[in-house]
């Protein structure tokens, strides 16, 4: 028989190592944990990684990382970040949204908190629009009680079924809690083609009065955006409650590449790929890209979008 004296010091030291075992500082050392109440992202580090790796979009950059931040360093924020990101395909709207997602939960995309929907493949059809909308809303309360810092990318925003977004609304709005559960800590983000062609006609009317890509301003675009977007049937926000209430903080115009945006690009994919950077092979995958308008051909039509594909057949 054990005597008691060893039994007590065999039930101390397994309580003791049980106790530091479940400790969060150990424990989410190899579980992924939903981010403490007080913590706050690194607003050096994603400045870092969005001007090293997001290239042509001083604009997007600037407004997303005072939004973000603001939000994160704000204990009581009122209700959620809504951050609507347009601009034709290739421009960064998805690099971006998976930077932020990486700088929220170390996992990125691949983090069980960080929720990516594609309108043509989680919500197809049409005739399945109000049990659409009760998915959706259960999926987003379910993952919001689970963890309050949740991040929600909705992909494809402009092949949206009318109205379906808007069965999110309640959750976007200013509510100290729905149902129970408080919102106000999650993001949300929107991405969307539409509105492309009206940010690029900015853009291109500030090249041809000879001011500098730079010197366009979120005034210069955010009002026509948000009002082009609203009264756009192909835009997945056509009258939708989200605008119509003012619950997107941002419309966030991601402007058309240049030549020399799709060269950085270029080199960028070279050097992820282990490669020495050959500028004969940058210039010769550049010019394989379409750019426009047809006279001026100043911006590249598919962005950085194709940029992977065509220095494939560049390898050795």
């Known amino acids: ?50 001007d090293a790796k997001l290239f042509g979009q001083h604009l997007a950059k ?5 939004a973000v931040m603001g939000f994160s360093n704000n204990p009581s ?25 990486e700088h929220v939960h170390r996992a990125g995309l691949r983090s069980k908190f960080v929720h990516l929907f594609l309108a043509t493949l989680h919500f197809p059809h049409h005739d399945q629009l109000k049990l659409y909308k009760e998915q959706l809303q259960n999926w987003i309360r379910g993952n919001v009680s689970a963890c309050p810092h949740s991040v929600f990318i ?74 082009g977007v609203f009264n756009n049937k192909n835009s997945g926000l056509w009258h939708s409650s989200l605008i119509d209430r003012n619950l997107i903080d ?22 992820a790929r282990g490669y020495a950077v050959d500028e004969k092979v940058v210039q010769a995958v550049a010019d394989e890209m379409t750019f426009f308008p047809k006279e001026e051909k100043v911006y590249s039509d598919k962005g950085c979008k194709t940029v992977q594909a065509k220095l494939d057949i560049h390898e050795d």
């Open 77 to 101: 924020p009122k209700k959620p970040l809504a951050l609507s990101l347009h601009g034709w395909a290739g421009t960064g709207k998805n690099f971006l949204s998976q930077i932020l997602a």
């Open 250 to 271: 941002y419309f966030v115009p991601f402007l058309p590449l240049e030549h020399k945006h799709v060269k950085m690009c270029i080199r960028a994919e070279m050097i």
């Open 154 to 227: 909705f992909d494809e925003m402009d092949k949206m079924h009318p109205g379906l977004i808007d069965a999110i609304k309640p959750f976007l709005d200013y509510y100290e809690h729905v149902d129970g559960v408080s919102y106000r800590k999650a993001i949300f983000l929107f991405l969307s083609n539409a509105g492309g062609d009206l940010i690029n006609k900015a853009a291109f009317d500030f090249w041809t009065s000879g001011k500098g890509r730079e010197e366009i301003q979120l005034k210069d675009l955010e009002p026509t955006l948000s009002v």
């Open 62 to 66: 600037d407004v997303v990382l005072k």
């Open 1 to 50: 028989a054990l005597e008691p004296l060893s039994v007590g010091l065999a039930i101390g030291v397994a309580s003791a190592l049980t106790g530091y075992l479940s400790h969060p500082s150990f424990y989410c050392n190899y579980v992924e944990c939903c981010p403490s109440a007080g913590q706050r992202l690194n607003a050096t580090a994603l400045k870092v990684q969005l």
